[in-house]
C-alpha cells in the first residue's frame, strides 16, 4: 500500500522541488502538441499553463512563441523556482480544483499536472476549464486511460496519479460544450502521454 498523499499531490512537489527541476527533462518532447495549439492561436493570445511547475520547457517555449502566459502551480516551492526562471511572468498560487481567476484565456493547458487529482475531482474540473476560456478557446491536457489510480516514484516519494477512464474523458468534453481535435493515446515519441486537445464551442441557448 502506497503512503503518497493521493489528495494533494502538490505537497509531495513541495518536497521534491529541487530533485524535480534538476531531474525534469528539458527537452520538449511535447513540441508537435505546442505547436498544433499554437496553430489555433493568434499573436499575443492568452495561455493558462494549469500546473506549470518550473515552467521549463513549456511556458518558457510559449512565451519564446510570443504568447502571453499565465502560470499557476498550488506548489510554493515549485513557483519560487518558476519566478527565478521566468521573473517577468505571472505566477499564481492555487489548487486548480480551487481556482477562479475572473479571466478568460485563449488556450488552457494542464499537461501532467491535472492527473494528479483523484478521480472524483476530475469530473467538477470541466467546469473549471470552460469558466476560465474564451469561446473557441483550446484546452490541451494529459490523463490516463482507465478510472482508477497509479503511483510512481521521485526523490524517494510516492507519486499519485489518478484517471477517469477515456469514455469518461469524451462524455465531460461534451457535456461542457467541447469538441474533440485530437485524441492520442500513449504516444511513443512523446513519454507514452495520453493527450487530449479540444475547442471550447459554447452553445448560446436563447430564451
Known amino acids: 500500500m502506497k503512503k503518497g498523499n493521493s489528495k494533494n499531490v502538490f505537497e509531495v512537489y513541495n518536497k521534491i522541488a529541487d530533485c524535480f527541476a534538476e531531474n525534469r527533462y528539458q ?3 511535447e513540441k508537435k502538441y505546442l505547436d498544433e495549439l499554437i496553430t489555433h492561436l493568434d499573436a ?38 518558476a519566478k527565478k526562471n521566468f521573473p517577468s511572468t505571472l505566477f499564481i498560487q492555487s489548487d486548480m480544483r480551487h481556482l477562479s481567476l475572473n479571466k478568460k484565456f ?29 469561446p473557441n478557446g483550446i484546452l490541451l491536457f494529459t490523463s490516463g486511460t482507465t478510472h482508477g489510480e497509479a503511483w510512481g516514484s521521485i526523490g524517494g516519494e510516492d507519486l499519485f496519479h489518478g484517471s477517469l477512464s477515456t469514455r469518461e474523458y469524451q462524455d465531460l468534453l461534451t457535456a461542457h460544450d467541447f469538441s474533440v481535435l485530437k485524441h492520442q493515446i ?15 464551442t459554447p452553445v448560446f441557448k436563447t430564451v
Open 186 to 200: 500513449n504516444d511513443p515519441d512523446c513519454g507514452n502521454a495520453n493527450v487530449w486537445m479540444a475547442k471550447y
Open 27 to 29: 527537452g520538449l518532447m
Open 106 to 134: 485563449d488556450a488552457i493547458i494542464a499537461w501532467h499536472s491535472f492527473f494528479h487529482l483523484p478521480a472524483e475531482d476530475q469530473p467538477a474540473m470541466f467546469a473549471t476549464f470552460e469558466a476560465h476560456l474564451n
Open 44 to 81: 499575443r493570445s492568452e495561455v493558462l499553463d494549469l500546473g506549470c511547475g518550473t515552467g521549463i520547457p513549456i511556458l518558457g517555449y510559449l512565451r519564446n512563441q510570443n504568447l502571453n502566459v499565465t502560470g499557476v502551480d498550488a506548489s510554493d516551492k515549485i513557483l519560487a523556482l
